[in-house]
């Protein structure tokens, strides 16, 4: 068995360096199919790090009532932040809410806000909670809690309405990247393998004579079948190489516009980080469709 796999690895190899411009063309159609696909994840790790970067900036505030004491206000807190829903819960007190309007750009731009502020012999503003939740979905499910008959007499105002066109944008924004990128990848996984089938079919008949040969004389499917699949392989595995050594440069250039878009994102570092998860996948990616591809093209000429 050894000695027939050494063979079937030998002429796979020289089959395909024999086959120059056909093996060519395969791993260059290959490689084309990989940078798409290698497009669509980095497009993917960008736009959830985009999504991600949006997420963060929303939240729900809830303010309570002058008559709500701090400990009120505290409990209340403590119960949210048990909630599975909610990731983190600040708490601003009354103190603190003045100081950071103080120092926003509307307390120092506009005299006769600040003016009218500093006269007020009492802090106008009231003690609030800022909520953020784990996934934008679940901001609703935050929002029915607050909206317990319980809790109605301590607060006054919450902020889920006003944010919920934008929380309901970015859901459907989610959604849409997670189902393109799936059925894009779907569709190009059926177009590359419709190319390369294609052409390792050439590859085959071009070596018609020698595989109608291998058959009169005996040779088992295996025998016949085996190089053609490791000609697959070699190509898968050329093409995956290739394809990041394309990707990398491409992404070096282009990760400070994706940086000027996403602060604080570096896409080339992210894919320096993945590049052997990365090249994994392209590689799986790559062998399975020539391997995949070759065995059933040749299937045409065993059943003759």
């Known amino acids: 068995m050894f000695t027939i796999i050494s063979r079937i690895i030998n002429y796979g190899f020289k089959n395909f ?83 950071i309007f103080k120092n926003s750009p509307t307390f120092k731009n506009k005299p006769e806000i600040s003016q009218a502020i500093n006269e007020l012999n009492a802090n106008p503003l009231e003690a609030s909670l800022n909520i953020k939740a784990r996934l934008p979905s679940q901001y609703s499910s935050i929002a029915k809690y607050l909206d317990a008959p319980n809790l109605q007499s301590s607060i006054s105002w919450v902020s889920y309405a006003e944010n919920q066109v934008v929380i309901d944008r970015l859901i459907a924004i989610v959604n849409t990247i997670n189902r393109g990128g799936f059925v894009s990848t779907l569709f190009l996984t059926l177009i590359a393998g419709l190319a390369v089938f294609n052409t390792i079919r050439i590859a085959i008949y071009s070596n018609r004579d020698e595989v109608g040969i291998m058959r009169a004389v005996g040779a088992s499917n295996f025998l016949v079948r085996g190089p053609l699949v490791v000609e697959g392989i070699i190509a898968g595995v050329l093409a995956a190489i290739f394809s990041i050594v394309i990707t990398a440069p491409i992404v070096y250039f282009s990760s400070p516009y994706v940086q000027a878009f996403i602060p604080g994102f570096n896409v080339f570092q992210s894919f320096t980080n993945d590049i052997g998860k990365l090249f994994l996948y392209q590689l799986l990616f790559g062998v399975g469709i020539g391997v995949l591809s070759s065995f059933v093209a040749v299937r045409r000429y065993l059943k003759n």
């Open 17 to 99: 360096w024999r086959n120059g411009l056909l093996s060519t063309a395969t791993v260059a159609i290959m490689v084309l199919a990989l940078l798409v696909f290698t497009g669509l994840l980095i497009f993917n790790v960008v736009a959830n790090h985009a999504v991600a970067s949006i997420q963060d900036k929303l939240d729900i505030v809830v303010s309570f009532k002058k008559t709500t004491s701090e400990d009120e206000i505290l409990r209340i807190k403590e119960s949210l932040a048990s909630l599975p829903e909610v990731k983190s819960v600040e708490y601003i007190s009354t103190d603190k809410a003045i100081e």
